[in-house]
């Protein structure tokens, strides 16, 4: 089986189960499936941060005991914290990563990336709950564009990628691809705003912003692997590598799609 064919049919695979939970699993169920997922990014987290293997291990159950308990605790205020967290995400997406990236920064004290898996995963999470509590249209709608954009990428990079985008980053990654994914997410755009009797043109420029954050998660991980000398953060996907792997640009996209849903909702 050629690597595309082995990457497509884990996709399809993923989209048989996943998709099944967005529609119909209740809101206990989600929970704790993706709770479970976060186990997952937190274990190859801290591989990739070089835990050793018992605290990895430690970290991954503690990150995971904290998605599955943290809504249902009676002395905290669920929706206070959450925001809190889709807030500390954005801060983090928009401020803190594109000066990382620039800076080549290295990170490697065990502490700080610990913190920094909190930052990625937690609020990933969160803005997960938030968007399935908003409906399964709404959270499809949005990873769809990370799937459109990151499929067109694909393709487009392949075939016409020929300028670099961040060659010591990540150097399959090319300006064409981004292009490619920006024509086919402008597509999505007009069949979501006739659907959805959206404003084509404020739907494009909230799709453009989840674009340029989808990179900008790839590019943060591939980064952390190239610090870390790996080439995946796992390999329970085949075709696609580790779990984080297959998030990376959700980790980005999801919290700020999160928090602008809840500014559009407090506005109206």
């Avoid at 801060?91 to 990625?120: C, D, I, Q, T, Y």
């Avoid at 300028?163 to 010591?168: E, G, I, M, R, V």
């Amino acid at each position: 089986m050629t690597p595309l064919a082995r990457r497509v049919l884990t996709a399809m695979l993923l989209l048989a189960v996943f998709v099944p939970a967005v529609l119909w699993a209740p809101t206990w169920l989600w929970g704790g499936l993706m709770a479970g997922m976060v186990g997952v990014a937190a274990h190859e987290w801290a591989r990739l941060s070089h835990f050793p293997p018992v605290s990895a291990r430690l970290y991954a159950a503690l990150l995971t005991l904290c998605a599955l308990g943290l809504p249902y605790l009676p002395a905290l205020d669920w929706p206070t914290f959450q925001t809190g967290l889709i807030g500390l995400a954005i801060a983090f997406w928009l401020l803190v990563v594109p000066l990382w990236l620039a800076g080549h920064w290295r990170v490697e004290a065990p502490f700080m990336r610990a913190m920094v898996g909190v930052v990625v995963l937690l609020p990933t999470w969160a803005a997960l709950l938030d968007l399935h509590a908003r409906g399964p249209a709404v959270l499809l709608g949005v990873m769809a564009v990370v799937w459109v954009a990151d499929t067109a990428a694909y393709f487009s990079g392949r075939h016409f990628g020929r300028h670099k985008l961040a060659p010591t980053i990540s150097p399959g990654k090319t300006w064409e691809g981004v292009a490619g994914a920006l024509v086919a997410l402008a597509l999505y755009a007009v069949v979501v705003s006739a659907f959805a009797g959206m404003p084509f043109v404020s739907l494009f420029v909230l799709i453009a912003v989840l674009l340029y954050l989808s990179v900008l998660g790839d590019l943060f991980e591939s980064w952390i692997k190239r610090v870390s000398g790996m080439k995946d953060s796992g390999d329970i996907l085949p075709g696609h590598g580790g779990v984080l792997d297959r998030i990376d640009a959700l980790t980005a996209t999801l919290p700020v799609a999160s928090g602008m849903l809840m500014w559009l909702a407090r506005a109206a």
